[in-house]
């Protein structure tokens, strides 16, 4: 036993305990009884760490600990993702800063230039992660773009390109100008814009039915210099009148024909669609469908390309407002409409993306998705919670061929190699100078990388040393749980689930577990754009990891949107609090006090088994027996804010507030066989309930463990192990877990319904001495109405009660009626009055209570005036809105019981 400080101080504890337990080796694989092998969603090298990723670490540590404690054998890998795109972006911003271009540099100098951006600012988000108390295996560090990692990626694009799963097509991708390169559909994010609808006149070269032409409806008209058909619905007798008649095209006088398909709404626009293969999906099938030719009008910067006169050289939006105007000069616009619709952007530079006739590299899934999603609907994969099992689903039915190449130059290079000589091409696990076929010296890989997604989703087994060493996933694999975040269960989920049924023939985990998303206090996304966004770091400064950790798992529920309450600074911006993780860190005190003072009342204790010697021993060890066993099951289930909310709860009401509490008098007593009993059985509740806390508040409670003398729990692993029972060298993360079968003994319901009702009378007692402002001290005449049963337990407590709550007299009975000049409350099991006379003027508390009423029900209407009012709804800001509308359910509830209190004293 070791004295502890007065306070707790996070700051110089937290970076200690982190380094004691690096340098001890406690996170490196466990060995034990069953597996919990965890990978961590690799963020992105040149990520930091954001609130999405605190939770999701939370939550994994937290998973981790909580096995390794159990015994079993542990491994959570953590790794970087080599992040393509993002990546090339900085370094190009880097180097233009430089005054150096990425072209003039060249491939190679450029790829080392990445390395060397990745070497210096990479390791940040893993050093916040390290903050955190995040007990991942740091020793052994994966990156995707390491060499035995690019390796597997190697091996994965030649069999499956082998295997006719991978081939090179000519296919509309999402291309970003910005950024040169395709994007895939899943990365791409919809945006709603306001818009206009143009309604263009088309000449037709021979007129039907009178009419010389048709009129066409697009939201984008400059791409009309592509048009190679004009389509209508199959169902509009109107306008099939005109199939077979041939358009001759404005400005480019291309004659081009016009035909039906079903790909046409007989109800957008005027009948009549564009047809422009190169520059929109629905428009390349129906270009397939009918032998159209696909014309691309942009560059890769989306700028018209060559052979259009006056339009060639514009950008998008240039080109948009000279064919409008060619067309109003021309007399063929008809008229124009606002229409408001969804924009793809790029996720990383928020251009809006150009839907791009290509050459790209693509991945076949036909073969691939009916593994994958029997894995999930046979029950192999389970998702938590359930609901998120039919997104993934829903996806895998109308699942297309993934678009894997990407124009950069920092990523997985494509494995094909082409002969200019004699055009010989194949994919190859070795870079190929010489032609096999014809020994030409003129051969040339694939300038294009993988997506990122492609390397990405090995991770679960190239991380463990697939292909080459596959005896090391023996034991390890599948991993035990994936925690994720839902926007990539397309993007990453799915594709691991395929690829490891491929290449491992197992599936790559058995739990995915779908993380909440963390919005702003008003609702909205977190972005640094709005400045509504909390560094984990800002919070970890301020409160301590342990508090913030607490604060995130308490704000999972079963629904996927959870708010978090930060408040800033209305002048800078800047984070200033959090009302929720303030009263987590006040919780971390709780701990740390309890702990203080009960070492602090441990002279002469004997480490002992706990016995049940009172009736709150009784209670307190039930309580604590069912704890473990609620606990356990919470971390079995996944179920973390059950979990943090309930064990919480637990210490803080009942251990701290009650048993503690009444521990205090038996710790002072002059009989040593008295004192040392309670010593035991409060060390054992504190010990037990540090070890449940441990996974998600790691700090406060190693820090309190290390100084706390040896429990049962000490003494019972000692005669398993042979180890010193004492906690000199020891660390609690690596104790073991409360096994909710030896606890099984405890469980005493009829104790806790003794004491529970006891408690119930004593706390109503305790609510209305401070209801009514009355000396915590004073004490209080009782009548209680209770049913003959109900009355038994409590005459058996009658000096507990008289004593604990402070009673002058307490009178108990089946028919006992309400005295004059008492208040009285309800609570399971009985009524009770309590007599005020002589302690209340209850004439002058009645107009005390009248004149509150008036007080909060005016100040209620007024804010119902002010939400009722579209115009203060319309112009106030979000925040603004959101107080107004918490202070009205305050008052809402402080109107209610000062009305309970005035009816009360009514009677």
């Not at 700090?699 to 003494?715: G, H, I, Q, R």
């Not at 302690?839 to 009248?850: H, N, P």
Request: contains cysteine; glycine residues 6%.
């Amino acid at each position: 036993m070791t004295d502890m400080p007065k306070t707790y101080d996070p700051q110089t504890t937290e970076p200690q305990l982190v380094e004691r337990w690096i340098d001890a080796g406690c996170y490196q694989r466990s060995k034990g009884t069953g597996d919990c092998t965890v990978v961590i969603p690799p963020p992105n090298v040149t990520g930091v760490l954001h609130m999405g990723h605190a939770l999701d670490d939370t939550i994994q540590d937290a998973f981790i600990r909580y096995n390794r404690m159990a015994g079993r054998s542990t491994r959570w890998i953590v790794g970087l993702d080599h992040a393509g795109i993002s990546t090339q972006t900085k370094v190009d911003k880097r180097l233009k800063e430089q005054g150096v271009s990425r072209l003039e540099l060249g491939r190679e100098k450029f790829v080392d230039a990445c390395w060397d951006w990745t070497r210096e600012y990479g390791g940040t988000i893993v050093k916040q992660i390290k903050r955190m108390g995040c007990s991942a295996d740091f020793a052994d560090e994966q990156f995707t773009m390491s060499p035995q990692f690019s390796h597997a990626v190697r091996k994965v694009f030649c069999d499956w390109y082998h295997a006719g799963l991978i081939y090179r097509g000519e296919r509309i991708v999402n291309w970003c100008p910005n950024c040169c390169t395709a994007i895939s559909d899943d990365e791409a994010e919809y945006k709603d814009e306001h818009g206009r609808l143009w309604y263009l006149r088309y000449p037709l070269k021979e007129p039907v039915d009178g009419k010389d032409h048709i009129v066409v409806a697009t939201t984008r008209p400059e791409t009309m210099l592509g048009d190679t058909g004009v389509a209508v619905s199959q169902d509009d007798p109107e306008a099939s009148r005109f199939v077979g008649a041939t358009v001759v095209l404005p400005i480019v006088g291309r004659e081009i024909p016009i035909f039906a398909d079903w790909h046409v709404d007989a109800g957008f626009g005027t009948g009549f669609v564009k047809v422009t293969p190169a520059h929109d999906p629905n428009d390349f099938a129906m270009g397939e469908a009918h032998d159209l030719e696909k014309i691309n009008v942009f560059d890769e910067h989306a700028h018209v390309v060559d052979g259009y006169g006056e339009f060639s050289g514009m950008d998008r939006d240039e080109a948009r407002a000279a064919v409008v105007a060619w067309f109003e000069e021309n007399g063929l616009l008809d008229h124009v409409e606002d229409h408001d619709h969804s924009v793809m952007h790029c996720y990383r530079c928020d251009t809006a993306l150009e839907p791009w006739l290509s050459e790209q590299w693509f991945v076949a899934v036909d073969r691939l998705k009916g593994p994958a999603t029997e894995a999930v609907t046979s029950g192999d994969v389970t998702f938590h919670p359930k609901r998120w099992e039919q997104t993934y689903l829903t996806w895998m039915e109308n699942l297309k061929d993934w678009c894997i190449s990407r124009q950069l130059w920092w990523g997985h290079r494509i494995p094909v190699f082409t002969c200019e000589d004699c055009g010989w091409e194949d994919a190859s696990m070795d870079d190929v100078e010489v032609c096999p076929e014809c020994g030409g010296r003129h051969v040339h890989q694939d300038p294009d990388v993988l997506d990122t997604w492609f390397s990405s989703q090995l991770f679960p087994f190239a991380t463990q040393g697939w292909p080459e060493h596959p005896e090391e996933m023996a034991g390890h694999y599948p991993t035990k749980a994936l925690v994720t975040a839902r926007d990539i269960i397309a993007l990453w989920v799915a594709r691991m689930i395929m690829s490891s049924l491929y290449f491992c023939d197992r599936i790559p985990f058995e739990d995915v577990v779908i993380y909440a998303t963390i919005l702003a206090k008003d609702g909205s996304r977190m972005s640094k754009s709005k400045g509504n966004g909390v560094d984990p770091m800002d919070l970890m400064a301020k409160y301590g990891a342990d508090a913030m950790r607490h604060n995130l798992l308490t704000l999972v529920t079963n629904n996927q949107d959870v708010r978090f309450d930060a408040t800033f600074d209305k002048k800078t911006g800047a984070f200033e609090s959090s009302p929720r993780t303030e009263q987590a860190r006040a919780f971390v005190t709780k701990i740390w006090n309890a702990c203080r003072f009960a070492l602090m009342n441990m002279e002469g204790f004997e480490p002992g088994a706990p016995v049940a010697a009172t009736p709150e021993d009784a209670w307190m060890l039930s309580r604590l027996a069912k704890q473990v066993a609620d606990t356990t099951a919470c971390l079995e289930e996944y179920r973390f804010g059950d979990y943090a909310r309930g064990l919480q709860g637990f210490f803080w009401n009942e251990v701290c507030d009650w048993y503690i509490e009444l521990c205090k008098g038996r710790l002072q007593s002059e009989d040593p066989e008295v004192r040392v009993g309670a010593q035991r059985n409060l060390v054992f509740v504190l010990d037990t309930s540090l070890r449940l806390l441990h996974p998600v508040m790691p700090f406060v409670t190693e820090k309190v463990w290390e100084s706390m003398p040896a429990s049962a729990l000490d003494l019972a692993e000692a005669a398993k192990t042979g180890c010193d029972s004492s906690h000199d060298g020891r660390f609690l993360m690596l104790s073991a877990w409360p096994e909710p079968a030896a606890y099984g003994a405890y469980v005493n319901d009829e104790a806790e319904a003794d004491f529970e009702i006891a408690r119930a009378l004593v706390s109503g007692v305790r609510s209305l001495r401070a209801r009514y402002r009355l000396s915590p001290r004073a004490e209080v005449d009782v009548v209680v109405k209770a049913a003959p049963a109900d009355a038994a337990r409590l005459e058996a407590q009658r000096d507990f009660l008289v004593e604990v709550g402070r009673l002058s007299s307490l009178v108990v009975g089946e028919h006992a009626e309400k005295p004059a000049n008492s208040v009285s409350f309800v609570a399971p099991g009985f009524e009770a009055y309590v007599v005020l006379e002589g302690l209340v003027d209850l004439g002058e508390e009645a107009k005390r209570l009248e004149k509150e009423v008036k007080k909060v029900t005016g100040e209620l209407a007024g804010i119902e005036r002010t939400l009722g009012n579209p115009g203060f709804l319309a112009k106030a800001a979000p925040e603004v809105v959101e107080a107004k509308r918490a202070r009205k359910e305050e008052l809402e509830v402080t109107l209610s019981r000062l009305s309970s209190q005035l009816e009360d004293l009514s009677e």
